[in-house]
């Protein structure tokens, strides 16, 4: 066999060897350098404006969950409070006034009605009692007038007697006594007409009063009623009475929340750390003027942190979540670390994108797609908090 052949027969013995211990190394594993640190990233925005008095963490600084990271001025935040504690005492004081005007509307309102159906009564009562009377004094009239007719005619028939004994007088036909007999007499008639003009006269008065009485009773029950429809819109009077005693607890309720809010406003004037991490793109200084919601720094936790690794679509065919994971840091020398996969995204990276790609439409190209993986690390492995989001890895996926 020539020098030749040999040579060749040695390159393909070593290709083969070669070969075989690749597919050997690589037999139930899957390996991808498109992978990055997580962690999470806490954007810290102010939620009220004002004045910066104090700006308490640098650049870079670690800090606890609750640490005071900036100080925004509270004056006007304690003015707010202040006030909004004076409007519900006024609101307050306000309510149980109008709580206590309900009972008394309420009894107010039941004797108006009470006293106006009595005044009806008694009205009534008047009125048939003045009737009474005016028939009375009617009837009274009546007799008065008879009573004038009688001795009118009685005067005029003693008058007539005088008359016709005044010749048999002068003739001495009869005696002086009977003369003034007839003319006591006569006197005594027209005594009588004038007593009995006096009496009609009398009964006359006595009717045009009771008449008046009459009129009175009838203006005091017109009075009565009028009140009476007044009162009677006492249920009305007890509901509006009520509806402002609700209205005046509602307001209560609503300058209570006012004052929370207010409350709520003079705490977040000290804006605190909600987790615990390091700080990161600072934007704020003393003296400045922020905005509610303006961007004043990010804290990002370090712990716990994870990897993100975008496995091509074909190497998902064996892989599993919990399976055992090597990751290898391009950092700090080529560290490795060992962990597993949590979980695997349920869309591919270009789905989450701005611009996801719409096969539907233009020319089709076939492109390999990138799925997430999330891998978490063993505890206790970063104890330093040496890994930062954004380090690449090399995570190798042990299917088997």
């Known amino acids: 066999m020539s020098t030749r052949s040999r040579i060749i027969i040695a390159v393909v013995a070593v290709v083969i060897i070669a070969a075989g211990a690749w597919f050997w190394s690589t037999r139930g594993k899957e390996s991808t350098d498109d992978a990055q640190v997580e962690a999470h990233v806490t954007p810290i925005a102010s939620r009220v404006g004002g004045t910066v008095q104090a700006a308490a963490v640098a650049d870079n600084q670690r800090v606890t969950a609750g640490a005071v990271l900036v100080q925004i001025d509270p004056r006007d935040f304690q003015l707010a409070v202040e006030k909004a504690r004076a409007e519900l005492a006024d609101a307050e004081a306000a309510a149980a006034a109008s709580q206590a ?14 006293t106006a159906r009595g005044g009806i009564a008694q009205a ?45 007088l002068d003739k001495d036909e009869i005696s002086q006594q009977q ?31 009771a008449e008046s009485r009459v009129k009175q009773a009838q203006a005091t029950r017109e009075q009565a009623s009028a ?22 607890a509602a307001r209560v309720m609503q300058l209570r929340a006012a004052v929370k809010q207010a409350e709520l406003n003079l705490e977040y004037a000290t804006v605190k750390a909600p987790t615990g991490g390091v700080v990161s793109r600072k934007t704020v200084e003393p003296g400045q003027v922020i905005q509610p919601g303006q961007p004043l720094m990010t804290i990002v936790s370090l712990d716990p942190v994870w990897i993100t690794a975008n496995f091509k679509e074909t190497q998902l065919e064996d892989m599993r979540p919990g399976q055992r994971v090597t990751v290898k840091v391009d950092a700090y020398g080529g560290t490795t670390l060992t962990g597993k996969i949590e979980s695997i995204a349920a869309a591919t990276g270009a789905r989450f994108s701005l ?27 970063d104890a330093q908090r040496v890994l930062r989001p954004g380090m690449s890895v090399t995570p190798t996926v042990h299917t088997q």
């Open 101 to 114: 005007n309900v009972p008394i509307v309420t009894a107010t309102a039941s004797g108006g009605i009470s």
């Open 227 to 248: 009140q009476l429809q007044t009162a009677d819109t006492a249920p009305q009077q007890v509901a509006a009475t009520k509806a402002r005693a609700a209205a005046a």
């Open 179 to 209: 003369y003034d007999s007839a003319v006591a007499a006569a006197n005594v008639a027209r005594a009588t007409v004038d007593s009995a003009v006096a009496q009609e006269r009398e009964a006359q008065a006595g009717i045009q009063a």
């Open 124 to 168: 009534q009562a008047g009125i048939t009692e003045s009737e009474q009377a005016v028939l009375g004094a009617r009837s009274r009239e009546a007799t008065a007038q008879a009573r004038v007719r009688e001795a009118e005619a009685n005067a005029t028939k003693a008058a007539k007697d005088v008359e016709r004994l005044k010749p048999l």
């Open 355 to 381: 611009l996801p790609p719409e096969n539907a439409t233009g020319n089709f190209v076939k492109v390999v797609q990138r799925v997430p993986v999330k891998i978490v690390l063993d505890e206790g492995q």
